[in-house]
T-cell receptor, first 112, second 120 residues
Framework: GQSLEQPSEVTAVEGAIVQINCTYQ??????LSWYQQHDGGAPTFLSY????GLEETGRFSSFLSRSDSYGYLLLQELQMKDSASYFC?????????????FGAGTQVVVTP | DVKVTQSSRYLVKRTGEKVFLECVQD?????MFWYRQDPGLGLRLIYF???????EKGDIPEGYSVSREKKERFSLILESASTNQTSMYLC???????????????????FGDGTRLSIL
């Protein structure tokens, strides 16, 4: 089986940096994804890490350490529009169909 | 842009009713998924389909069934609705993770806006 843990809520001010950690326990591992969901909206894909290291996409970066079963999403230069829920998700190498196991989500609250 | 459309944004039904939630995608994706989302529990997979008429149970299939008669459409059915099925339901689609060369790749899932279902 698989389980993922991430903090339930993080609050930060505009312009700050926020790091959302995700630890996973899986019987295997094929990659860590991150999704963003605004209130009332659809989850949207942000990033994917299959290998160790940092992936950068604009203000957002995602990091993976497979030996530590750990990853994080880094949000830089926070903006009000970054207020949303962020989910980490993993795929198992035993899965052939692209199924994902999602964490419970981290609500990021950005204050002025 | 991929478009995943769920037939209803809000739905109110009574216990014991048979409820149909419809989802349509316009990108010819092989995979389609149904999740329910509850506070503090994240997204939990109910059923998924990897081809027409093919389906697999997810983590919480009890009380649900699905139908995929056409590639673009994936329906979730609550056979006899109960109050504990009050939730947000999300549909998603993705291409097959298999390349023609037989290599497995990451294919992001594309989600619809969700159906907030209340069972009274």
């Amino acid at each position: 089986g698989q389980s993922l843990e991430q903090p339930s809520e993080v609050t930060a001010v505009e312009g700050a940096i926020v790091q959302i950690n995700c630890t996973y326990q899986t019987s295997g591992f094929y990659g860590l994804s991150w999704y963003q969901q605004h209130d009332g909206g659809a989850p949207t894909f942000l990033s994917y890490n299959a290998l160790d290291g940092l992936e950068e996409t604009g203000r957002f970066s995602s990091f993976l350490s497979r030996s530590d079963s750990y990853g994080y999403l880094l949000l830089q230069e926070l903006q009000m529009k970054d207020s949303a829920s962020y989910f980490c998700a993993v795929r198992s190498p035993t899965d052939s169909w692209g199924k994902l196991q999602f964490g419970a989500g981290t609500q990021v609250v950005v204050t002025p | 842009d991929v478009k995943v459309t769920q037939s209803s944004r809000y739905l109110v039904k009574r216990t014991g009713e048979k409820v149909f939630l419809e989802c349509v995608q316009d990108m010819d994706h092989e995979n389609m998924f149904w999740y329910r989302q509850d506070p503090g529990l994240g997204l939990r997979l109910i059923y998924f389909s990897y081809d027409v008429k093919m389906k697999e149970k997810g983590d919480i299939p009890e009380g649900y069934s699905v139908s995929r008669e056409k590639k673009e459409r994936f329906s979730l059915i609550l056979e006899s609705a109960s109050t504990n099925q009050t939730s947000m339901y999300l549909c998603a689609s993705s291409p097959s993770p298999w390349h023609r060369g037989g290599q497995l790749s990451n294919q992001p899932q594309h989600f619809g806006d969700g159906t907030r279902l209340s069972i009274l």
